[in-house]
Nanobody, 122 residues
Framework: QVQVVESGGGLVQAGGSLRLSCAAS????????MGWFRQAPGKERELVAA????????YNADSVKGRFTISRDNAKNTMYLQMNSLKPEDTAVYYC???????????????WGQGTQVTVSS
C-alpha cells in the first residue's frame, strides 16, 4: 500500500508555470506506476499524465502535450508535474494517483491523494 500527498498548487497568471509534487510513503514507491488527474468544476475527472515505475514510459493528454512534463525521482519517493504555458482552462483540482499496474493507473488507480488546487487567471 502507498499513500500520496500533493503539493505545489496555487494561483498563477496565464502563460505562467507551476510545479506540482506528489510525495509517496513507503519503501516500495519505485514499484508503482503514477499519474496526475484533474477535475474542473462541473466536469469529470480526467487523466493528465502518467508515468511507469522507472520513468521510461510516459503518457500526456493531448490537451497538455508540449506544455506539461511528468517525471519521478524514486530516490526521493516523489513524482512531479511541471506545468508551463498555463491556460485558464487548466484550472482544476489536481490529484496524484498510484497503482501497481501502469495500465490501471491510467484508468482507475487504486490510491489517490487529496488534491491540490491550481487556478490560472486570464
Amino acid at each position: 500500500q502507498v499513500q500520496v500527498v500533493e503539493s505545489g498548487g496555487g494561483l498563477v497568471q496565464a502563460g505562467g508555470s507551476l510545479r506540482l509534487s506528489c510525495a509517496a510513503s513507503g519503501r516500495t514507491f519505485r514499484y508503482y506506476a503514477m499519474g496526475w488527474f484533474r477535475q474542473a468544476p462541473g466536469k469529470e475527472r480526467e487523466l493528465v499524465a502518467a508515468i511507469n515505475w522507472s520513468g521510461g514510459s510516459t503518457y500526456n493528454a493531448d490537451s497538455v502535450k508540449g506544455r506539461f512534463t511528468i517525471s519521478r525521482d524514486n530516490a526521493k519517493n516523489t513524482m512531479y508535474l511541471q506545468m508551463n504555458s498555463l491556460k485558464p482552462e487548466d484550472t482544476a483540482v489536481y490529484y496524484c494517483a498510484a497503482d501497481e499496474q501502469y495500465d490501471r493507473v491510467t484508468i482507475i488507480p487504486r490510491y489517490w491523494g487529496q488534491g491540490t488546487q491550481v487556478t490560472v487567471s486570464s
